[in-house]
Structures are given as structure tokens and as C-alpha cells.
């Protein structure tokens, strides 16, 4: 193995340390909170960070760490839950494009073109808007515009695959579609969109985030870091804290994984590996 | 912009006494701002520094020596056609339009452009209007005039007929009479509603949107919808000269960027300040607050036609299990007893009947049968856990709401009762489909200083407004009585009897009265909070 690639395997590996690391609070998040993460407590409304509140109150007296160590559970939830759904949709409809080619390829292209007409976070709020703000319906509104992407990638790779010998002689040995696609393209596939995935978990943290920031994704009173921000505005000269923590926290969770990302790809990369 | 930044820091050190644990954040905080600044985070900020920029290239077009004012107002509106919505509220809180009659800071109805007026009979109010008075264009102002910009009113919005139902008027040199289909005991505090603003209908009525012809200290000079008002003074004033050469007012909506203007010394005057931030700006040597208690309140409306909350029992068991002055300390709100805000007489006298007690509280919803059987800490109707759904929106750019539905819900689970909060863009909408157990407001509930039409539309048996289903015989007869009251002592006390009435059937949820605020720059003097906000820029404002 190369040595760009070694270190890239121990890149990876850190950072695929530091994301288990991160998912593993999120999963505890719950039992590691010091308090209830609703229960208010109208004495200490905005304390500032001390021994009995490590990063401080919001406006109800709610202590900060533990909203933000219980909003990590839905976040890391949602964003995994998106990345899954716009994989395995993305990928279908690619697949099934590049191979079938023809009308079903000129009919999905044509939609995936008008989709990707809308500034993404514009659409997102816009569905939202039309079925009801909502932490699922805000997963399903940005899974639909984020799909496109996978299925454009899926189906380029698929159209220059099909024709490949390998293929034909599958072909010729008599496998049915369903199997070539399955056991000849999508192995072929699978990396790029594996890496794809992880350079985009961020990506969609922070658009989760954003539209909660909006009101449109996470319902008071439950714990997101995106909404805790949105109702930090009001406090940014006199509750500073309300802002910084759930600001950081979210800012650390998708500098590792954009990191996490960028490993992935260096690791996949054929690039390296023919050095 | 941030170059003020620092003063504004320790102002607040000073006045809070946390200045060492707030040292510690200084530096941090401001560059997360800048960083939510530049990612656009902040919608309302881009607004502001357009604004700003443009009212920076207006001063600066002021010669060093003339009295120029910039205001930072939260809402500029599409038009100044004071018949057109709610566009005369902008008109008369900019210091352009007036009425016949206006509030002072009493909330009391007193003479403006009409002198005197006395009742001849049930129907009929007679005006007298000030003699030597003229529009900004020289055009007197007679009861023709006044007629005229009246009966406008009426023919442009619907809104008119809500204040009274017009039969007639004749106008005879100063004289105007105004004949009424009801009696309308309301009608002289009605008519400082900044729909009835006396404008010169003479005119092209094409510059009716962008430049009214009014009688008010300052004349608009240019207006650009939704932006910026520019004025300038009105030499042809009837009281007396005006404090300023001229005025910028710009629209920002969102009150943080309101703050930072403030801060950075690109407004003088602003108004709506969040609670939350008014302690920056304790520092008296640099500006000054005017707090005064006005008729809005931050209310829980219950949808009393609702399974369980139909009960009466049921709601006042609600209301005891909420400790509403809490939460009303907890937003910088006078706590509430009644609808009425202690801004009315009528909202002095009404007794709270609900103190916070959920001891009190579970008892009720124990003899009412709502027991906890299955142990889950909820209490359950016909074997199903009971939850109440409780609509939120952010109601004049106000965080409040969305406070107060948490402690609600935190609170009534202490009794047992589960809240489901739901945010939503379209009150209306929900209120109008009846398909809510709460729903939050923040409504002015003596919109012109008087107590009838709210109770009108909100309270009486089919009123235009009564989304929240109330419905009590007793007080539909009391509100029919107040109508045809005309002493306003007796108006007052009658109010305060419905409010107690519908405080006793636990009608809605009052939580607390909003307290309205003005700042302005130490430069600033003669600015004032009137408890009816229709007015900001007054003759008195002076710059130094």
C-alpha cells in the first residue's frame, strides 16, 4: 500500500473515531445530561455558565448542556435517516435510468431538471410550507431535492458501465436485469456514492439546522440545535451563551464529518491506489 | 457597524454588574455574530444595513445645524393612504396625520383638531373644530374638510363600520354632526382610530398613497413602500412650531437590528424594543427608556367549544395550574388578572380570581373524574390520555408566545395535563377551522382606549372575531348595555364588570400586559411612550 494511502487509512481512521465518538454522546446523549432538558426552572432564567450549568440557561431556566446533549440524538437521527433515504432512492433512480435509457431515462432526467431549477433550501421551505412544518416532513422535503444529485452520479456511471464487457458477459451467461444491476453495476457504483454520502452528512446538518433555525423543522419544546439557536437571536448581547454552545456544537459535529468525508474520499479514491 | 460595539458592552457591564463573566464572553460572542452576519443567518440584519447605508447618505445630505432626526421603526407600510388597512397607524406614529380627537398619555380622549364636542342626543355628536387650522398646503381646515376625509374613511374601509355605523353628517362652517344607526357611547375615543385622520381630499387623490395632505407637525417629503419615510417640517403648524427641520424614518423590522442601529448611533429614536434587550440601553448618561403599560396583552385564547375545555370547571382548573405571574415577570410583562390592561380603569378594578395553585388545580380535575388510572403521570379522558393542542405564532415579531406555550405545557404536566405545541405561519387559518384547544395572541384589547368594540368581537355570542367560541348570555345583555352607556366613568366600570364575568368563567388565559417602549439617544428630549401607540414623532421631539 502506498504511502499516501497509509496516511490516508490513519486519517480515516481518526476521524472515523472522532464521528463514533460523537455518535456514541449523541446515542447516551440522554443519560449523560446533568438535568431534564424541559424541565424550566424560572429562578435561574439566563444564568450565565457556572458550576451548576456548565454552558448556562436559556430564557425558562433550562439547563443548555443537556438540550444540547439530548438534541443531538434527533439530529444525528434525522441526518442519517436523510442520507439513507436519498442514497437508496437516488441510486434506484439512477440506476434505473442509466439502464433503461430511452423514455424512462428522458422522463427521470426531465423531473430531476426541474427540481434542480430551485435553489435547494428555497424548495425545502416551500414543501415544508405546503405540508406542514414538522421534523419528518422537513426530512422528507430536503430528501427531495437532495436525491437528484445521487441519481445524476448513479445513472452517468451507469450509461458508460452498461456497455463494459463485463457486463455483456454477464449478459450473455443469461443474468436477468435485476442481477446485473445488483451484482455487476451497483458494486461498481456503491464507493462513489458511499463518498458522496459522507462528504454530504454535514451538508445536510446544517441544512436540518437551518430550516429548524426557520421554525419549519423541530417543535418547542424539544431539544434541536438548529431551533436553540433560532431562540438565542433575542439574547445575543445579554445571554451570549445561548448562542455559542449550541453554535459550537454544531459547528464541531460537521467540521468531522465534512473531515470524515474528505478521508472517505482520499481512502476510495482509485487514484491512489494505482500509485 | 461594529465599531460602536464596545460601548454597548460596557453600558451593559455597568448596569448589570456581570461585567467580568460577560468580559469572558466578549470576544467570542462578537465573532460568532460576525459569523452569523456573514452566513446571512440573521434575516432582518441585511435590511438593516441597507437602510442604514441610505439613511447615512441622507443625514449626511443635512446641513451640520439642522434638527434632523433617524428613526428606526419596526413597521413602514405599503402605502400612507391612512384608508387604506392599518396604513394611517404609520401615518400618524411618524407625526404626519391627526383626527379629530387624540389619546394623551393618560389614555384619555382630548381635543386635537376638533376643540370641543357634546352629545345632543343618543344619535348625534356635534364637533367643533379648531378655527385656523390648514392642512400642510395651506388649504383651511373647515367641518366640510373633516367631513370629507371621514366619510373617505368609510367608503375605502370596512374596517370604519366596526368603530360606529355612519347614518349621517353635515357640516355647517366649524360645525360637524355626526348621526349614528346605534348609540354609539364610543365614538369620541373611536374617532382617534388613525383611520378617521383628517386628510385634504381636495387633492389629486393619485398622491394619496405616497403623500397625503395632513395637518400633523411634519409633511411627508419622500416615501418609498415598505422602506423609508423622509419629512420634513410643517410651517403652517396650528400648535405651535416643531421641534425638528426633518426626519428619516426607516423600516426595521426585526427588533435586534433595531438594537444595533441604536448602538451604532445610526437611529436616534427607536421604538419595541425586546425586553430582553432593554438592559443595554440603562446607561442614562447615553440614552433614554420610556416604558409605559399599553392596552395589548399576551394572551392563551381557550377554544371553549372543545372536548373537556367546553367544561367550565375544566378551564378554571387550567388557569389556577399556571403560574402566569411568573411567566409574565419572566417576559418583562405586568402580570394580568382580566382582558383589560391596568393602561384602562377598567383594568384596575378586576379581581384575580386564579392564583397559581395545582394543588387546587388537581383537585378539580379529580372531582371532575380526570384521573391518572394507568400511572404514566397523565391524566386520561374516556381511557385516553388527555392532550391539549396549543397553537404558537410569533406575533408582532414577538419571542413571548413561543415562552409562554413552554411554561404552559411544563406547567399543566405537573397536573397531569399533556400540551402539544404546535408553531404555525397562519393563525388565522387555525382559528378560523376552530381546530385548536389554545391558540397564543398578543392583541390590543382597547384598541382606541375604550373597552367595547374588543368585547364585541371577541366575546360577544357570534362576534366577528370570537374564534375562541365564548359564549355567556349574561355578558352579550352587559355588552349591549355598555353600548348605550355613554358616561365614560360608567363605560369603565361596566367594562370592568364583563372582564370579571368572563375572568369568572375562565373565558381565555391572560398572562400579562405588554409594557410598549421608546428609545431614544441621549440627544434626544421631549420624546414620550403614550399607552395607545399610535403616536411616536411628536411636535416636542427635539435633537440636539
Redesign the interface.
Known sequence: MSRIKNKAAIRLGIFLALALLLIGIAVCGPQLAPYDPLASDYTASLSSPDDLHLFGTDKLGRDILSRILCGAGSSFFLTFLMVVLVTVIGTLIGLAAGYKGGMTDGILMRLMDILLAFPGSVFAIAVTGIIGAGILNTVAALALVWWTKYARLVRSMTVSLKDRDFVWQARYGGASEIKILGCYILPEVLPQVITMAAMDIGNMMISLAGLSFLGLASQPPAPEWGYMLYESRQYMQTAPWMMIFPGLALLVTVMVFNLLGDSVRDVLDPKNGME | MFSTRKT??NK?CNGQG?CE??QK?KR??IS??CA?LAAG??GGCGNAAKTTSEGTSSADAQSQDAAHLNVAMFWVSTSLDPADGYDGWVLSRIGAGETLVKLDENAEAVPCLAESWEQTDDYTWVFQIREGVTFSNGNPVDAQACMNAIQRAFDLNTRSGEYFQLESMEADGQTLTIHTIQPTGAIVNNLCEPLFTIVDTSVDEQTMDTAPVCTGPYIIDTFLPETEVTLVCNGNYWDGTPGLDSISVFSVPD??SR?LAMQSGEADLTTTI?N??L??FSDESQYTIYETIGPRTNVAYYNNARPLLDEKEFRQAVSMAV?KD??A???GCAPATGLYSTALVCGQQVEDIYPYDPQQASEILDSLGYMDTDGDGLREADGKNIQLQYY?A?DHGS?DA??I???V??DLKKVGIDVQ?????NMSDVRASGNYDFCSANDSTAPTADPEIFLVQHYLTGGSSNYQQYSNPEVDQLIGTLSSTFDPDQRQQLAGEISQKILEDAGSLYIGYIYGNTVTSSRVSGAAQFPIDYYIITKDITIQ
Open positions: 454597548g458592552w451593559f456581570v463573566m460577560l464572553w467570542l460572542t460568532v455574530i452569523g443567518v440573521l427588533s435586534d438594537v425586546d430582553s434587550n438592559a443595554l403560574d411568573t411567566y415577570e419572566l417576559i404558537i410569533a419571542a413561543a415562552i406555550a413552554q411554561a405545557q411544563s405545541l404546535i408553531q404555525t405561519e
